[in-house]
């Protein structure tokens, strides 16, 4: 009995540890954009959420962090207005940098480094 009990607090446990939501950090240059937020909303549970954390944007620059469970798909919205296409980020370091000069370069420009996956879907599609 104490063998049983023993092998489910470990399994228990380890379940637990294992469903734990892993952080990723996802660093931007935003070309055009020297001030504002960035915030990411992503699919979970059949529904889109949007992560209550910005990342202020200063000299060009913003650091979003957050957790996920697995690699994500999402999309960034620029202060509020303009959102970007799907991209998927990957618990870990991230890189992405974009031109907001104009609307097209806005979503013509969006470059991301170090999501091996994201790499795949957008040579995908």
């Known amino acids: 009995m104490k063998t049983k009990i023993l092998l489910f607090l470990i ?5 637990l540890i294992s469903a734990q939501q892993k952080n990723f950090v ?4 935003i070309k055009g954009c020297d001030t504002g ?14 992560d209550t954390n ?4 200063k000299d060009n620059k913003f650091v979003l962090k957050g957790q996920i469970d697995y690699a994500t798909r999402v999309f960034l919205t620029l202060n509020d207005s303009l959102k970007t296409d799907d991209l998927i980020i990957e618990p ?7 031109d907001a000069t104009t609307l ?3 979503f013509n420009s969006i470059n991301t480094i170090g999501s091996k996956i994201n790499a795949e879907y957008t040579d995908d599609y």
Request: glycine share 8%.
């Open 104 to 106: 097209n370069s806005f």
């Open 26 to 29: 996802l660093n931007g240059i």
């Open 92 to 98: 870990g370091v991230q890189s992405i940098s974009m």
């Open 37 to 50: 937020f960035i915030r990411v909303t992503y699919f979970k549970n059949f529904h889109f959420v949007t």
């Open 11 to 15: 399994f228990w446990g380890q379940s």
């Open 54 to 57: 910005r990342a202020y944007i």
